[in-house]
């Protein structure tokens, strides 16, 4: 895999195609990427203490190298 942390990638197909972003982590075992604001999902987090509230995150999701391009 020729795709590291910190170097900023085009994705070419998908939902987000034609965005770009900076790789956050590069996962090798699985030939998969996370890239900043590319590929989010939105996932219910818990109350971790009582009498906080739980609440809804956007957290991005890894993405195939085959599917973006090293710009």
């Known amino acids: 895999?020729?795709?590291?942390?910190?170097?900023?990638?085009?994705?070419?197909?998908?939902?987000?195609?034609?965005?770009?972003?900076?790789?956050?982590?590069?996962?090798?075992?699985?030939?998969?990427?996370?890239?900043?604001?590319?590929?989010?999902?939105k996932r219910a987090q818990r109350a971790r203490r009582a009498g906080q509230k739980g609440q809804v995150i956007e957290k991005p999701m890894p993405i195939h190298v085959s599917n973006i391009k090293k710009v």
Do not use: C, Q, Y
Not at 10 to 37: C, F, H, M, Q, Y
């Open 1 to 41: 895999m020729k795709i590291k942390k910190g170097d900023m990638a085009l994705v070419l197909t998908g939902d987000d195609r034609g965005k770009s972003g900076k790789v956050l982590r590069a996962l090798p075992r699985e030939d998969r990427v996370i890239i900043a604001g590319i590929n989010t999902v």
